[in-house]
């Protein structure tokens, strides 16, 4: 397994990129700190204590609500732009995008085009490290300087002097690792898993794996979704046939970045108002060529807004993409030694022939 590890800073912070280079914390109030930006550091800001103390420690530090859907939003986007990069990918909330590209044939481009991507999407370089695994991967890109990578061959050789403290375990587990005189990944590494478990429970025995570089844990392999939507809801309700165009066009704009980032075209269009009384209105329709940007969905939507005749001011507007293209076809290009299914290579036969004609790509019989 080879793991490369881009590690971004939590991406509640992503959410606020004007407030790079400032110190932030995350978090509610009587609550704990959800993430804290690297110049909190110096102060002992650590995510999971109190806010109240992270306060104490850094009052002059900004601090931001958490907003769970827009973080997973982040985190989606970022999956999808990494998707076509290797077979597994695994974005966590926590500013963490593994890519597990054992196997890929173009390994060194996929490192390359993570960087760029991760650089877009968060507005600051990530740190690379790439590693037999997810564990020490991580930690290899922590040890990194912005944009660059740091490469590990022997994974026990280089966890055995990083402190205990790196791993994943709660403040009392590490505490007491510390009362066993166990300070460095090398000291853990040489006890026994189940000595270790008999004094941690089986995190212990975890414990002692990943000290040892035997990487336990397996990435979850994400999927892109069939399915996406925008809407706008309005303050005042709407009955300007140029204001529905107008905010039409914009969340137009906003699905074709999206789909963009996944490489998926829409299939199935449907257009829901939300009316001021009764019952919503809808349009909706299935295209033979898959729409995926601005220009093609606002012309779709556009017609239909400039034709519909609503029976009472609109509170809502939504466009749904109840079907998109698969975007798991980007990873034809992975690829190697004609491993791909026959299912899959089927499919993307039969999307050249619907976009280009039947005679650009033809079958022909395996003879051998």
Same mark, same amino acid.
């Given at each position: ?8 800073g939590h991406l509640e912070l992503a959410r606020r990129p004007d407030l790079y280079g400032q110190p932030v914390i995350v978090g509610r109030w009587d609550e704990h ?58 974005? &966590? ?90 300070r460095s990944l090398g000291a853990v590494a040489s006890i026994g898993p189940r000595e270790m478990e008999s004094q941690l429970g089986h995190e212990g025995r975890r ?80 295209? &033979? ?80």
């Open positions: 397994m080879r793991i490369c590890c881009g590690l971004t700190v959800v993430a804290a930006s690297e110049e909190t550091l110096p102060f002992g800001v650590i995510t999971g204590m109190a806010l109240r103390q992270a306060e104490h420690l850094c009052p002059q530090a900004i601090f931001v609500l958490p907003d769970e859907e827009a973080t997973a939003r982040i985190r989606e986007l970022i999956s999808s732009a990494l998707y076509d990069l290797a077979p597994v990918v695994d974005v &966590r909330d926590e500013g963490i995008a593994w890519l597990d590209i054992s196997g890929v044939a173009t390994a060194g481009l996929s490192i390359r085009n993570a960087r760029h991507r991760l650089l877009k999407a968060i507005g600051r370089e990530p740190r690379l490290g790439l590693a037999p695994g997810p564990f020490s991967a991580r930690l290899a890109a922590a040890r990194a300087r912005p944009g660059r990578l740091l490469r590990i061959a022997d994974a026990g050789e280089f966890l055995a002097p990083l402190p205990s403290r790196e791993l994943p375990l709660d403040a009392e587990k590490l505490e007491r690792l510390d009362l066993l005189g166990l414990a002692v794996l990943l000290a040892r570089g035997l990487e336990p844990d397996q990435l979850v392999a994400w999927r892109p979704p069939l399915f996406t939507s925008a809407h706008r809801q309005f303050g005042e309700p709407v009955e300007d046939r140029e204001a529905l165009l107008f905010v039409g066009r914009a969340l137009c704009g906003d699905l074709a970045d999206e789909l963009g980032l996944r490489g998926a075209g829409a299939k199935h269009v449907r257009v829901r108002l939300e009316v001021e009384s009764g019952a919503p209105e809808t349009r909706e329709s299935i295209v &033979r060529h898959p729409l995926s940007s601005a220009a093609e969905l606002f012309g779709l939507i556009g017609s239909w807004i400039k034709e519909w005749q609503p029976r009472a001011p609109i509170t809502e507007l939504w466009i749904e993409l109840p079907v998109l293209e698969g975007a798991g076809r980007r990873q034809l290009r992975l690829w190697a030694g004609g491993d791909g299914s026959s299912e899959e290579v089927t499919a993307a036969l039969e999307r050249l022939q619907e976009r280009f004609g039947e005679g650009f790509v033809q079958k022909q019989p395996f003879a051998g």
